[in-house]
């Protein structure tokens, strides 16, 4: 279970963010074009403008599934960008609104 004191993020903006619970685990939804994933609300408060090694989470008929990407984000913005790995380009994603 992730602890986070949201309290004490301030370049994240959370008032707006729809937050998704499955199996008593607290989830954001993350939008591309292409692609929909669901990222851990813990794992999301670190992202960084460093890319980093994360896993994301597809929903499907059997459940979540893993799916090892790597991650960055432009400070003071909602904006990530996601890579399946680290020789391919990022693309853009947005955590979904209320």
Same mark, same amino acid.
């Given at each position: 279970?992730?602890?986070?004191?949201?309290?004490?993020?301030?370049?994240?903006?959370?008032?707006?963010?729809?937050?998704?619970?499955?199996?008593?685990?607290?989830?954001?939804?993350?939008?591309?074009?292409?692609?929909?994933?669901?990222?851990?609300?813990?794992?999301?408060?670190?992202?960084? !403008?460093?890319? =980093?090694? +994360? %896993?994301?989470?597809?929903? *499907?008929?059997?459940?979540?599934?893993?799916?090892?990407?790597?991650? &960055?984000? !432009?400070?003071? =913005?909602? +904006? %990530?960008?996601?890579?399946? *790995?680290?020789?391919?380009?990022?693309?853009?994603?947005?955590?979904? &609104?209320?």
């Amino acid at each position: 279970m992730c602890n986070v004191d949201l309290n004490n993020i301030p370049t994240k903006n959370l008032d707006n963010k729809r937050c998704y619970i499955f199996d008593d685990v607290s989830y954001y939804k993350v939008k591309g074009k292409k692609s929909t994933y669901y990222m851990k609300v813990c794992d999301y408060h670190k992202i960084t !403008i460093k890319q =980093s090694a +994360i %896993i994301l989470y597809e929903y *499907t008929l059997n459940g979540l599934i893993q799916i090892k990407s790597y991650i &960055k984000s !432009i400070e003071f =913005s909602d +904006i %990530i960008f996601i890579a399946p *790995t680290i020789d391919k380009h990022f693309n853009m994603f947005d955590l979904e &609104k209320i």
